[in-house]
């Protein structure tokens, strides 16, 4: 089964970019979402499959996948971006979801 | 749109019994995969249940056997059983809308939770 790494803890100053990690051997063969989730809210979904973005999302966030790394990339940060953000797979074999846990972004 | 309203949270004793409920309106649970997800506070997110539109179920190793996922398509309501509860159950619950496309699975809605709170 998959366990997801994330960084416990990412900073960026306004206006800068963003990076969040999530890693697991292989991750780049399935798909990969990313979650947001802000203090004393439910999570919102923020990029699906890799790299699509739902509806209302800024073009700002982008996602790739790659070998044994999945990447959420937030361009030109702002304070309203800070917030948790968790990564998560399907795993089709068990049919469990997965979670990574959890990366805090702080905008300086 | 889309609503899903957790309800049925509050303070259980240790080793007791509760169930949880999502009102869901906006789409029908009949054609849809559904989960529960959890938060312990200061936590992360954690995967607890699933229950396919045909009806079949599958469970974290950690609620496996005491948990029960379970949906009453008529009422267009989701619910989670929750017995034998344990401190460590203590946590938001939340019930999610599933989507599947491309061989992979994710979270298109999200209720705002219930907390459940299990204490001695």
């Known amino acids: 089964s998959y366990v997801l790494t994330q960084p416990p803890s990412v900073s960026a100053a306004p206006g800068k970019t963003a990076r969040i990690t999530c890693g697991t051997p292989?991750?780049?063969?399935?798909?990969v979402h990313w979650y947001q989730q802000k203090p004393g809210q439910a999570p919102t979904l923020v990029i699906c499959l890799d790299t699509e973005r739902p509806s209302g999302i800024p073009e700002r966030f982008s996602g790739s996948n790659s070998g044994n790394t999945a990447t959420l990339t937030i361009s030109r940060v702002e304070v309203g971006d800070e917030a948790d953000y968790y990564c998560q797979v399907w795993d089709s074999r068990s049919d469990h979801w997965v979670f990574g846990g959890g990366t805090k972004l702080t905008v300086l | 749109e889309v609503q899903l309203v957790e309800t049925g949270g509050g303070l259980i004793h240790l080793g007791g019994s509760r169930r949880l409920s999502c009102e869901v309106s906006g789409f029908s649970i009949s054609n849809n995969y559904m989960n529960w997800v959890r938060q312990a506070p200061g936590k992360g997110l954690e995967w607890l249940s699933v229950?396919?539109?045909?009806?079949?179920?599958f469970y974290a190793d950690s609620v496996k056997g005491r948990f029960t996922i379970s949906k009453d398509n008529s009422k267009n309501t989701l619910y989670l059983q929750l017995n034998d509860l344990r401190a460590d159950d203590t946590a938001v619950y939340y019930c999610?809308?599933?989507?599947?496309?491309?061989?992979?699975?994710?979270?298109?809605?999200w209720g705002q939770g219930v907390l459940v709170t299990v204490s001695a």
């Open positions: 999610a809308s599933v989507y599947c496309t491309s061989g992979s699975c994710y979270i298109d809605y």
């Open positions: 292989t991750i780049g063969t399935t798909g």
């Open positions: 229950i396919y539109s045909a009806g079949s179920t």
